[in-house]
């Protein structure tokens, strides 16, 4: 192998290369009808998240926090613009290949849990790695794992019905965790929760965000965005405030995700 070539005296260094943001929004729109009446829940949005960030979506009711939510884990389309993740457009997808690529690289927690009712809390955790294929042996030793750490082992052959509300949510946030993401997205995660059950679910996030998951969460409770390292804030459905906390680091080493 030949030694590098010292760079000559003044010439500007070598640029770094740069990786990709985890997901990117590039000029996207989502609009509805409602009532045969057109609502633009996002307007022109242009929006990054690099790889192991820990942002938060804020807005007043119906300001399209959820609806941005949604789009940057491709549960829904833009009307217009295009999403990328790692670089990569994702127009040109198919449904079966985006809901593949969800199933691997995304996880969610939602607000109302969203638990099938009929299943066991262990169910519930393993259905989305046998989706995935993951053997139910694997599937079932994992989901038991992941349950124990978030405190909720001795409840995993209970159903979700009989839990509480903040037991339930960190069913839910073991189930997002499953098929290990490298990106947790969260819609309102502590919105059906009490004080204590709230903190405690966001410590829990914070420490998936520690281990270097792209982690973002809408919230309506300023106190609990101010955690984030980068604030964004939307009003009728376009970004109005970007703010970054330079004392709140990013994750130590953001993990790496799979090839689509």
């Known amino acids: 192998m030949r030694p590098a070539v010292p760079a000559a005296r003044g010439a500007a260094p070598a640029e770094e290369t740069r990786q990709p943001p985890a997901v990117e929004l590039r000029g996207v729109s989502k609009t509805y009808l409602q009532y045969h009446e057109k609502v633009d829940a996002v307007r022109d949005v242009s929006l990054a998240i690099p790889a192991g960030e820990f942002a938060a979506i804020i807005g007043r009711s119906g300001s399209g926090k959820s609806t941005l939510l949604h789009l940057l884990g491709l549960l829904d389309r833009p009307t217009s613009g295009d999403v990328l993740v790692e670089g990569k457009p994702t127009a040109h997808l198919s449904g079966a290949e985006v809901a593949a690529f969800r199933g691997r690289r995304v996880g969610f927690v939602f607000q109302t849990f969203n638990l099938i009712a009929r299943f066991t809390v262990l169910e519930n955790v393993v259905l989305p790695a046998l989706i995935q294929g993951t053997r139910p042996d694997a599937a079932r030793r994992r989901a038991?794992?992941?349950?124990?750490?978030?405190?909720?082992?001795?409840?995993?052959?209970?159903?979700?019905?009989?839990?509480?509300?903040?037991?339930?949510q960190r069913v839910a946030i073991a189930r997002a965790l499953v098929n290990d993401p490298a990106l947790v997205l969260a819609d309102e995660p502590t919105g059906s929760l009490d004080t204590r059950s709230s903190a405690q679910v966001m410590d829990l996030?914070?420490?998936?965000?520690?281990?270097?998951?792209?982690?973002?969460?809408?919230?309506?409770?300023l106190g609990l965005a101010r955690r984030a390292a980068r604030v964004v804030e939307l009003a009728d459905g376009s970004v109005v405030r970007d703010t970054r906390e330079a004392r709140r680091p990013q994750a130590r080493k953001p993990r790496a995700e799979a090839t689509a």
Do not use: C, I, Y
């Open 205 to 221: 996030l914070a420490e998936l965000h520690e281990e270097g998951r792209t982690l973002v969460f809408v919230t309506h409770d």
């Open 144 to 168: 038991q794992g992941l349950l124990e750490r978030v405190g909720v082992g001795h409840r995993a052959d209970h159903k979700g019905v009989h839990l509480s509300g903040g037991e339930q």
